[in-house]
Every structure is written in structure tokens, then in C-alpha cells.
């Protein structure tokens, strides 16, 4: 199986990440002069609603006894996600969640499959991860992921600008691990060579900002950070030592549709890999198109496989399709989705972080769908939760009920990161 | 239209004054899209005399391109290769025998419609890095006197990393180099050698890769100072500028050698010499994949190429669209042409017998039901729910971009449409939905467009009931144009559509979106209407839209940003 070859290559099973990657945690973090042990922020999207009686803890009737009353709604700890296909596979980690029930999208003009580009936005120009990662010293200042998107749908922003999304795990593989398994004699010169033509590159694209008016300049200033943002880079990596020394040969196609579930985790065990080893504290990960009408899952079994040998069966297979008919089959691929968050949760645990406690500890995962049913495709109601607490400063074992827009979350992250985003009131019941 | 500051508008007259006069070339030169301020390296006088030369040449022909007297060009905003036309523009410059995969991210539709690349993040800075390097290490292993054309052994390695910086840079920066451009590049090879102690090898191919990340090869501005650029002021496009966008609309690609050398020789001064070298590189097979991303855009294809379904149907268009071409090229056969290009994958939907492979094979299937790209499954999947069609989307396409219809912004919370139930036909449910006041504006126009194509389930299979009901495929629309189409199926519809003046004029303005990468504006006026008189006299031929839009005032000319200024 090339996704296990990719695994141990890689060093991404569980007890290679920890033990091959603290040396290099702690020289790097010492090297910048970092003290406090930091917090980490994920971001992910997933695509095309659940179905209520399979995701929401209240679905079985007189389940729950709401505790107590939050300014905006009603709070529940002795909730359970037995029973509940979709959300199910999330129960060992029940007291690490908070399960939001009754948000609505902000700020949208069109709902369904159009609202993805809204739902982080802190800003009217930034979504929260660009927010965030302003103050950020790490070599990445953010990773920003994706898994087979081919349209305009759901991106990130920068002060206005797209920001291109990571879809290969090979390419973002070289990009953390640049220098491969070279001696140190190696490292540096080619070290010195890059830096020289970024150097190139940085002077000459100031000379031709200068010649342009406000709105190109302010792209080939956008051209030039990127630049700079490399070489600071290049200068934080004093050498290669302890880095996986090379990819796996038997690679597998990332845009191929039945490499989904390969792409997704591969996606999400480098983001494991990268926050363990401090290249980046923020990442975001979009999970195929807003409508995923070409996403099949032939790996859950021969019922699943787009390509049954009937054009027809195959197409009426995709997550689109199952997901307007909220069938039986649409519950297993969100169950499927859901799987893969529980399995990055139990890495983040797994992976122990260098000034004390695990990855996890230190860290919160906010995971949303744009819209809440598969069938109806609103965006009022959005299943969104949140899993770790940053450290201590958010409240987990939640089910929380409110009618309020996704705001007062994206708000309590951004101060749970250090960074508040001026006036946005953060939602007060979620502060630990 | 915003006014121009007197000094400016003074300035745009006479521009406008001297060019139709013909007359003053030698300051023709200067308002006209020379470069300013140009410094010539030394040794390079033929390539650098030559917008100075074109441009007095082309005043003493008396036929320098002209500027309608009250109309003004709109601006040009700053374009960056996409990823295609990167893959080009490097097979072409390094002379590769095989496609390059670059691997660099997908680019998104701009505001026209069309692919534009997006601003260049880290992922995108860090791409252009990696490809640029393998590019050079792979030139530089063919042997440097092979890259170089000139031996660099001992003493002669500095005078031939000058002759290479100067050569190669002209095709690389599409122009000539300026002294400090020169001089930059010849300091950071010496560099590489002294101070980084790297091979001969090594530092070439660091100079190689240096300039495939230069913005000067990456963005589509071929200019070197901003002396002429005042606010306001129109400027036509200097030759070098022209020939770019001439070759990066038509073939995707960088200029050949035969048009650098019309730049050099000063014969792309004209709008006859325009017309000439657009007709040269539209002759071309390279041409037909510029007018398939042209009709990609255009009726919003996707171009996702990641399962066997879609590789067939983005394959058939492309076919579909070559063979339009070879066989005239005329707009209509685009929507009423009976060919389909069908293999093993796209045979049972078309219910065609006997094929097998996945090679497309052309073929008539049936003249009553498949007639051009509207009853192709490549439009009539993509616009629709699974396996169910969705007549909104399809009515959306046909109204917004084959007619080139403006649609209020949609209605916040507008309910979807019920679910789909049994005995109930697709279109019973869709019209239920339609009732909703708010939406009924939009939807008098959308939905009868969409269900002319209710004979095609959501996969384009053809169908006569749904549901268990016939299929009623009739329709009666009148746009706010005051044109009115009545039909009883979607045959009907694509023949009243391939005939309708708001769809030829809807071509022209595709054609303005794709060369211009920007939607049109009241400044196109002018061009658009040198576009639909073309078009006309060429019995709508749609390669006479691209003859046509390479000359017309919008593309030619553009109005200038002044250094740090915003858009006028």
C-alpha cells in the first residue's frame, strides 16, 4: 500500500513523529529564543451538510438536560455521540469537543455551496488564519491545505488576496523538508544559492513595483513578502539534521479521485508533522469542492466506487448526489470525514509537545461544514465544533445551543491565539 | 465616463491628433509607447533601435493605429503567466521536446470569466522556484555550449555570458534589456563563480533559473520605465508589448522568432501588420487550443480532468471545437454542429452502439437530439444536480453567457427547491419553486432557457419523460432586450440562439473578456463595436472575432496608471 509506504517514510506513525522530531523542536524553538510553549490553531471545511437524526446529540428526544442557561443560549456536558452515525467516531474525544448547535453564516450573500469563501472571514479581507498568522515567527507562517478543489470556491484571504492552497502532500513535503539528505557542506551551499537568486528576485521586483500603479504594485508587493517570507526561511534552517531523508518512489495521483482518502491523509498527517516540529502553529485544511459532485469513496466498499462500470451508477454515487437524498450512503461518507478528524485528534494527543503536554493540549481545531443539511444546503444551523482547548483558555466537554453567526467563535480563537480581532465581540461562554 | 484632468485630456488629444495625422514621428515615438527613458545597452543598438525605429516607420506609412475621436481605452490591468501559458512559454524559450509539468497550482476564473493567474503567495513563489530550477538543471545538462551558443572556456567565459544574457534575455523578458538589467544578471553569475565558488554549470544554471523567476519573465508588461505612463494618458501598446499580447492570446505562449524578428525589423507598427501576424499565428495548430479555452470560458466549462467522465466530456469539447474550426469556424455550427466526438465512457449516454476504447471517435449520433455544445454532456453535466438536471443552472448559462444578460444579485434566502418525489417531474418542481415573488423576476427569464433542455436528465441522456410524465421542453422568453425566442424543445431554442444578435454580440464581448482579462466596460465601446461589424462581415466567423480584437482600440492602446496611482 503506498499510503503506508508514505506513512513510514515519512515518519509519520505515531512514535516515529515524537521520537524523530523533538531534538529538532526544541533546537529550533531555541534558536529563535522562544520561551512560552506555543499555541497551535487548525482550520478545516468539509463539504455538503449532515443529516440532523445522524449528527446532533439532541436528535434522540429526551436525551439531554441542559445544565445551564449561556447569554445566548443552553449549555449541555452529559451529551453523547452514540448512536449518531455521522458524529460518532468523535466519542472518544466527546470531553474535548464543544459541539455547536444553531449557528448561522455571516455576511453571506448566497447560500449552499457559494457560502465556503465566508466562513472563515474575521475581516472583510482576511479569514482567521491570515489574521492570526500576521505575528507569527515560525518558518511557515501558515500552511494552507486543500484536497482536489477545482473551482473558486471556499479560499482563504490574505488582506484581499487569495492565497493559493497546497494540494499535493509531495510538493508540501519538499517545501518542509528542503535539503533532503544532503552533508552539511551540501546543505549550505545550496543554501547560499537559493538565497541568491531569491535575493535577485526580491530587488528586481522592487524596481518594478515602482513602475506600476497602486492596485498592480500592491500585487507584486504581495510577490515580494512571499519572497522575503522564503529567505527569512532559508536563514532559520541552520541545517538538515533529522529530517525524513527523502519521499516514497511509489507516489499516487493527488488529483485522481480515488486517491481521495490517500491526499486527505497524508494532508492531515504532515500537518501533524509540521506543527510537532514547529515549522508552522497555524493550518488550514479545505476538504474537495464546495458541492465534492465528482467525490466518490470506493474505499468504504464496492457499493461506493464511482466507477461501477455503469456511467449512470457511477455518477449518482458522488457525495453531491447522496448528500441531497440524506441516504444511508451520504451518512457514511461524513462518518468517513469524521473518522479522519478523530485519527488527526488521536495523533495531535499522541505527539507530546516540547515545553510540556501534548500537541493537543496546546492546541484547537475548529472543523466546519457550509451548510447544515445535505439536503437543503442552508447555512443557517452549520455543524461546526471545535476540539482542544489552546492551552487552557478555551471550555471543552460542551454541547452548546445558541442562535448566534459563526463570529463569536472565530473571535474567542483569534484571542485564544494572542491575537483578538478588533470589534468582534469574542462569544463569553466559551473562555475555560 | 470620469473626466480627465485638463493637462491630461490635453494630452490624450493630441495623442489622438498626431497618430491619425500620421505626421511628427519623432515625437510619435514618445507619446506613442516607446519606451521612455529607454536606455540602450551598448552593443545592442538593432534590438534596442526598435520601437524607436517601428514607431517612425510607421509614422512615415501614415497608418500608426488610431484612437476613435471621443473614446477612450480602458486600463490593462497587470497579468502574470497562468500555469499554461507557463508550460508553454518554457517549452518554447528552452526549445524543450516534450511538455514540462510545472506543477504549479491551478489558476481560478478572473473577473472576465477566464483563467487568469492569481497573486503569487508563498506556494506559488516557492513552485516557480522548484520548476525553475529543474528547468535549468535540465538545460544546463545538454551542454552549456548548446544553452549558451557560444563556448565559455577560460577567458571567454565573461564575453559569452554577456552575449547569452543579452540574447536569451530578449526572448525570456520579451524585449530587449535595459544596461542594469544586463548588468544584475552578469553581476549575480560573477557572484555564483567568486563568491559562491560554483562550477561553471552550477552558476549558469543559477542564472537560468534566476531569470525564469524574474517578474519580468513572469508578468506579461514588457516595458522598462514608467516615463510616459502620466494618470490618464492613453498610450498604445509599444511593438514588443503588441507582439506579447498577440502571442499570449493566440498561442498561449511567448512570441516566435519570426514575430520578434517583425519587432525588430519594425514591421509591428501598423494595424496591417498586426492583422498579418494575428492571421500568421492563427493558421497555426496552436491557435485551436486558444479558442477551446476561449469557449471554455465562455459557456463556463470546468476543465477538471480527474476521473474518466470528465476527461471524456473535457475531451469531446476540445475535439468538438477543433472540428468547428477546420470546418469554418463559423459561431452558429458551435451550437447546431450535429458532431459528437464519443468513446467507450460517453457511448452509453449518448446511446451510441458499437464503441468501444477510450479513444473519441467522431460520429453523428442522432441530428434530432445532439446538435452542438448545449446538448453535449460536457455543458449539460456540469449543469446539473447528480444525476437529475437543473434547469436554472443550464437557463443561467445560456442567459449570462451566451446572451451576455445581467441578473439583479440573487435574493438573500431564497428557498431551494423542494425535494423530488415521485410522479412529480423535474420541471413541475423547479416551476413550484419559481413561484416565490422574490425570485420570480429572474426566474421569468432563467427557467424557460433551462427547460428547453429538460429532454437531458442530469448526466445529458436524452429523455421524452421524467417522472413518468412527458417531457415538456416549450418556452417562451423575452429578454429585456426586447428579444423574444418561442420554442417547443431545445432544438428549436440553439437554432433562434445561433441566429440572435444579442448572442453574436455576446461573442464579440467574450472575446474583449479573454484578450483583455478584465469584464468590459463603456471605454470598449469602440472596440466592441469594430468586433460585431467584423464579425458580420466575416458571416460570424469566430476566428475574425480574434483578427478583429487584436486591432481594436482597447487592446491596442490602454489608459495609463501613473506610478503609485489608482485606476482612473
Not at chain 1, 2 to 17: C, D
Not at chain 2, 64 to 78: D, E, H, V
Request: hydrophobic share 40%; aromatic share 8%; net charge negative.
Amino acid at each position: 500500500m503506498t499510503v503506508s509506504r508514505f506513512s513510514r517514510r515519512a515518519l509519520l506513525g505515531t512514535a516515529g513523529l515524537s521520537l524523530s522530531l523533538l531534538p529538532l523542536l526544541a533546537s529550533d524553538r531555541e534558536a529563535r529564543g522562544a520561551v512560552e510553549t506555543p499555541k497551535r490553531l487548525v482550520l478545516i471545511a468539509w463539504p455538503n451538510g449532515v443529516r440532523s437524526a445522524d449528527w446532533w446529540p439532541d436528535a434522540k428526544v429526551g436525551s439531554i438536560d441542559y445544565e445551564a442557561a449561556t447569554n445566548s443560549g443552553v449549555t449541555a456536558t452529559n451529551f453523547s455521540f452514540n448512536g449518531l452515525r455521522m458524529i460518532e467516531p468523535l466519542e472518544p474525544y466527546r470531553q474535548d469537543i464543544v459541539l455547536f448547535q444553531g449557528v448561522s453564516l455571516a455576511n453571506h450573500v448566497e447560500g449552499g455551496h457559494e457560502s465556503q469563501p465566508e466562513m472563515f472571514k474575521v475581516t472583510g479581507n482576511s479569514t482567521l488564519d491570515q489574521h492570526v498568522a500576521k505575528d507569527q515567527t515560525t518558518p511557515f507562517k501558515t500552511l494552507n491545505l486543500s484536497v482536489q478543489k477545482h473551482d473558486d470556491r471556499g479560499h482563504i484571504f490574505n488582506n484581499g488576496q487569495r492565497v493559493t492552497l497546497e494540494q499535493d502532500p509531495y510538493a508540501l513535503f519538499e517545501r518542509l523538508f528542503q535539503g533532503g539528505a544532503l552533508d552539511q557542506a551540501a546543505f549550505e551551499r545550496k543554501r547560499a544559492t537559493k538565497k541568491s537568486v531569491l535575493d535577485y528576485v526580491g530587488r528586481q521586483l522592487e524596481g518594478f513595483g515602482q513602475i506600476l500603479g497602486a492596485q498592480d504594485r500592491q500585487r507584486v508587493d504581495y510577490h515580494l513578502t512571499s519572497i522575503r517570507e522564503l529567505e527569512k526561511r532559508l536563514d532559520a534552517s541552520k541545517s538538515n539534521t533529522g529530517r525524513p531523508d527523502s519521499l516514497p518512489e511509489a507516489r499516487f495521483d493527488v488529483k485522481d479521485v480515488s486517491s481521495f482518502n490517500k491526499t486527505v491523509r497524508a494532508q492531515l498527517d504532515l500537518m501533524v508533522l509540521a506543527l510537532a516540529s514547529d515549522a508552522t502553529r497555524v493550518a488550514t485544511l479545505l476538504l474537495a469542492d464546495g458541492d465534492g459532485s465528482n467525490l466518490a469513496m470506493p474505499w468504504l466498499g464496492p457499493d461506493f466506487a464511482l466507477n461501477t462500470g455503469d456511467v449512470y451508477l457511477g455518477i449518482q454515487n458522488s457525495h453531491h448526489t447522496h448528500a441531497h437524498r440524506e441516504d444511508k450512503m451520504h451518512a457514511e461518507m461524513q462518518r468517513w470525514f469524521v473518522s479522519e478528524f478523530a485519527e488527526f485528534f488521536r495523533k495531535l494527543k499522541a505527539t507530546d509537545d516540547a515545553g510540556g503536554g501534548t500537541l493537543f493540549d496546546n492546541s484547537v481545531t475548529l472543523v466546519m461544514n457550509n451548510m447544515n443539511t445535505g439536503g437543503g444546503h442552508g447555512t443557517n444551523n452549520l455543524p461546526i465544533f471545535y476540539a482542544g482547548n489552546a492551552g487552557g483558555y478555551l471550555t471543552t466537554g460542551r454541547y452548546l445551543k445558541l442562535h448566534e453567526s459563526q463570529n463569536g467563535i472565530l473571535a474567542a480563537l483569534a484571542s485564544a491565539m494572542g491575537t483578538p480581532v478588533s470589534g468582534m465581540n469574542e462569544l463569553a461562554s466559551l473562555r475555560a | 465616463m470620469s473626466g480627465y484632468f485638463p493637462s491630461q485630456r490635453a494630452f490624450f488629444e493630441l495623442a489622438v491628433c498626431l497618430a491619425s495625422l500620421g505626421a511628427l514621428a519623432g515625437c510619435q515615438g514618445d507619446l506613442l509607447g516607446s519606451d521612455g527613458g529607454h536606455q540602450s545597452a551598448p552593443g545592442s543598438s538593432g534590438a534596442s533601435g526598435a520601437s524607436g525605429g517601428s514607431a517612425s516607420q510607421a509614422g512615415a506609412a501614415g497608418t500608426a493605429p488610431t484612437l476613435p475621436i471621443g473614446s477612450s481605452p480602458g486600463p490593462q490591468p497587470l497579468r502574470r503567466m497562468t500555469s499554461i501559458e507557463y508550460e508553454n512559454t518554457v517549452r518554447d524559450l528552452l526549445h524543450l521536446n516534450e511538455s514540462f509539468a510545472s506543477g504549479l497550482p491551478a489558476d481560478a476564473r478572473g473577473e472576465g470569466g477566464y483563467l487568469l493567474a492569481g497573486p503569487v503567495g508563498e506556494v506559488d513563489a516557492e513552485g516557480l522556484g522548484s520548476a525553475a530550477e529543474r528547468l535549468a538543471g535540465a538545460a544546463v545538462g545538454k551542454g552549456l555550449p548548446a544553452l549558451l551558443g557560444c563556448s565559455p572556456e577560460g577567458a571567454s567565459e565573461t564575453s559569452c555570458i554577456h552575449q547569452f544574457v543579452q540574447s536569451f534575455g530578449r526572448r525570456a523578458f520579451r524585449r530587449p534589456l535595459i544596461d542594469k538589467e544586463l548588468a544584475d544578471l552578469e553581476a549575480l553569475f560573477q557572484m555564483a563563480r567568486s563568491t559562491l565558488q560554483l562550477s561553471r554549470e552550477d552558476a549558469v544554471a543559477l542564472l537560468l533559473s534566476a531569470m525564469l523567476q524574474a517578474p519580468q519573465f513572469l508578468y506579461l508588461w514588457e516595458r522598462t520605465s514608467a516615463d510616459d505612463l502620466s494618470q490618464g494618458a492613453v498610450v498604445a501598446l509599444n511593438p514588443n508589448e503588441l507582439a506579447s499580447r498577440l502571442s499570449y492570446l493566440l498561442w498561449r505562449s511567448m512570441p516566435d522568432q519570426a514575430l520578434f524578428d517583425a519587432v525588430d525589423g519594425g514591421r509591428l507598427a501598423t494595424p496591417p501588420d498586426v492583422t498579418r501576424e494575428a492571421r500568421r499565428l492563427l493558421a497555426d495548430p496552436r491557435a485551436e487550443d486558444a479558442l477551446v479555452a476561449l469557449v471554455r470560458g465562455w459557456f463556463r466549462l470546468p476543465s477538471r480532468m480527474d476521473d474518466d467522465l470528465s476527461r471524456s466530456a473535457n475531451g469531446e469539447t476540445a475535439a468538438f471545437v477543433k472540428s468547428v474550426l477546420r470546418a469554418g469556424g463559423s459561431f452558429s455550427s458551435l451550437l447546431t454542429s450535429p458532431t459528437n466526438f464519443v468513446n467507450q465512457t460517453l457511448a452509453p449516454l449518448y446511446g451510441a452502439n458499437g464503441v468501444t476504447g477510450p479513444e473519441l471517435r467522431e460520429m453523428t449520433i442522432n441530428a434530432e437530439q445532439r446538435f452542438g455544445l448545449l446538448t453535449q454532456v460536457s455543458f449539460l453535466g456540469t449543469n446539473a444536480d447528480g444525476a437529475q438536471s437543473h434547469p436554472v443552472k443550464r437557463g443561467a448559462i445560456v442567459f449570462k453567457q451566451l446572451l451576455c444578460g445581467e441578473l439583479p444579485a440573487v435574493p438573500a434566502n431564497v428557498p431551494p427547491p423542494g425535494p423530488q418525489q415521485a410522479g412529480v417531474s423535474n420541471r413541475t418542481r423547479f416551476a413550484a419553486h419559481s413561484q416565490n415573488a422574490c425570485a420570480v423576476g429572474c426566474h421569468r427569464i432563467l427557467d424557460p432557457l433551462g427547460f428547453a433542455f429538460e429532454s437531458y436528465d442530469g448526466l445529458g441522456r436524452f429523455r421524452s419523460t421524467d417522472a413518468g410524465q412527458p417531457v415538456d421542453a416549450s418556452g417562451d422568453v423575452e429578454l429585456p432586450s426586447g428579444e423574444h425566442f418561442t420554442f417547443q424543445n431545445a432544438g428549436e431554442l440553439v437554432s433562434q440562439l445561433a441566429q440572435s444578435s444579442q448572442a453574436r454580440d455576446c461573442a464579440a464581448r467574450q472575446v474583449l473578456r479573454l484578450a483583455l482579462g478584465r469584464k468590459e466596460s463603456a471605454d470598449d465601446a469602440a472596440s466592441l463595436t469594430q468586433l460585431s461589424g467584423a464579425f458580420a462581415g466575416s458571416n460570424y466567423d469566430l476566428r475574425e472575432l480574434f483578427v478583429s480584437v487584436v486591432t481594436s482600440p482597447s487592446f491596442t492602446f490602454r489608459t495609463a496608471v501613473a506610478p503609485g496611482a489608482s485606476l482612473p
